[in-house]
């Protein structure tokens, strides 16, 4: 069993930037794809990145490239979503993931084997 832990939200302005943090515990995260989903009102639960265990291999949906990095540090066990240039657009709540399998199968919910409980991002105009 992983739990995980998100930390880091919070308010922002537009252009602004945040850096949240996904801590683990239960287990080695180095054995684990990792990556953040968002989630805002009234919205489906997207994938906003993603990345393999090794760290080699990451993945950003579209709308955040450019904008976002993802990194984890397998010893800490913890995994980084920077986020800059953020726009209203992003508000949502964050949630962090984890699967046992490939770093690609974080691109949808059904994907996930373990859930953080979520951190809010609010970015203002």
């Known amino acids: 069993q992983v739990q995980l832990v998100e930390s880091g939200g919070g308010l922002v302005q537009a252009g602004g930037s945040l850096r949240l943090s996904c801590a683990a515990s239960?287990?080695?995260?180095?054995?684990?794809?990792m990556g953040w989903f968002r989630q805002a009102p009234g919205k489906e639960r997207e994938s906003v990145a993603a990345i393999s265990w090794s760290g080699r291999s990451t993945y950003f949906t579209d709308s955040v490239k450019g904008r976002f990095t993802i990194s984890r540090d397998n010893g800490m066990n913890i995994v980084f979503l920077q986020m800059s240039s953020l726009q209203p657009e992003d508000t949502a709540i964050y949630y962090c993931?984890?699967?046992?399998?490939?770093?690609?199968?974080?691109?949808?919910?059904?994907?996930?084997?373990?859930w953080g409980q979520g951190t809010q991002v609010t970015v203002s105009s």
């Open positions: 239960g287990r080695t995260l180095s054995g684990y794809a």
């Open positions: 993931a984890a699967t046992g399998r490939y770093y690609s199968d974080l691109r949808t919910p059904g994907g996930v084997d373990y």
